[in-house]
Nanobody, 117 residues
Framework: QVQLVESGGGLVQPGQSLRLSCVVS????????MAWLRRFPDNRREEVAT???????DYAGSVKGRFTISRDNPKNTVYLEMNSLEPEDTAVYYC???????????WGQGTQVNVSS
């Protein structure tokens, strides 16, 4: 059984930082494209950051330079370090795993991030 469990969300003030974690079981993250996506209060969705099996990463323009995606292979965990948070970053953040060339695509349950003064 594949599980992705996110944690680390919360309420912070603008300019502060958070680190989200996604603990994965049932698959090896090094074989999957791992991503963080977010769903805004108006239900818009955005893929925030992606890390590929090669270790290369990619970011949405809205977070480039502020967010960093990384993975700890022995812990089978993916992280999203979020700095200089803005109210516009308020959203539910989801971790996903997809294996290119297959129909395998898994999601976590999400973790809420609120940025407000």
């Amino acid at each position: 059984q594949v599980q992705l469990v996110e944690s680390g969300g919360g309420l912070v003030q603008p300019g502060q930082s958070l680190r989200l974690s996604c603990v994965v079981s049932g698959i090896e993250i090094t074989l999957y494209t791992m991503a963080w996506l977010r769903r805004f209060p108006d239900n818009r969705r955005e893929e925030v950051a992606t890390i590929f099996p090669t270790g290369n990463s990619d970011y949405a323009g809205s977070v480039k330079g502020r967010f960093t995606i990384s993975r700890d292979n022995p812990k089978n965990t993916v992280y999203l370090e979020m700095n200089s948070l803005e109210p516009e970053d308020t959203a539910v953040y989801y971790c996903s795993a997809r294996r290119i060339g297959t129909s395998s695509h898994y999601w976590g349950q999400g973790t809420q991030v609120n940025v407000s003064s």
